[in-house]
């Protein structure tokens, strides 16, 4: 928008003024509005203790879903060892005859839950005592020195599934896994069926 100014004394003079914001300004505010923006959508996406306890347990149903298709193609038995802060998946492997973490597999890696969540495990509507995982790194460093095979078949000894994904697709024993936090009131379940059905829903605690 423009107006136009002019001074009729000695001499006639007229100039045109523009009205609006300079480059500078409209920068300011540009920058202004994209800081709010961010922390608005920071807001909005934060997930709530629930939400975390539920991405937790789909997570770890579709992994088994993977690993259970795994064990199907390639026609080997896997294994899934709970622990209270976390779990794996473990494969068994017939010429060593133990079984073995999926250590190299990016997917089916080692799972640690966030921190304060825990599981809880029933096989067969029976309750499980289940214990922390142990450190690796921390037990490599301790027994830096000592590469017996000895220390080996200690180590092989850990790995001990409490649920088998076998290759006929079948899930044995049945099995519910909870997860939670404490103070939380919704939890949710990861199920496990013998025909190889997994479900996941909020529990009714």
Do not use: H
């Not at 017939?94 to 096989?123: C, F």
């Amino acid at each position: 928008m423009q107006a136009t100014f002019c001074k009729l004394k000695d001499t006639d003079i007229c100039f045109n003024r523009q009205n609006g914001f300079t480059l500078l300004e409209l920068l300011v505010v540009v920058v202004i509005i994209a800081i709010l923006f961010t922390y608005t959508t920071l807001a909005i996406r934060s997930d709530t203790p629930e939400e975390i306890i539920k991405k937790e347990a789909q997570r770890m149903e579709r992994l088994i879903q993977l690993a259970l298709e795994e064990a199907i193609l390639r026609g080997e038995e896997y294994g899934i060892e709970i622990f209270l802060d976390g779990y794996r998946f473990l494969r068994f492997d017939i010429a060593e005859n133990k079984w073995l973490p999926l250590s190299d597999d990016k997917i089916l890696r080692q799972r640690e839950l966030p921190l304060e969540m825990e599981l809880e495990m029933n096989l067969e509507d029976t309750e499980i005592v289940i214990e922390m995982a142990s450190d690796p790194m921390s037990e490599q460093e301790l027994d830096l020195d000592l590469e017996t095979d000895n220390d080996d078949s200690d180590e092989d000894e850990k790995a001990r599934p409490q649920i088998f994904l076998l290759s006929s697709g079948e899930i044995t024993p049945e099995f519910d896994v909870r997860f939670y936090i404490l103070g939380i009131e919704d939890s949710y379940f990861v199920k496990g069926s013998f025909d190889g059905t997994l479900t996941t829903e909020i529990s009714d605690l």
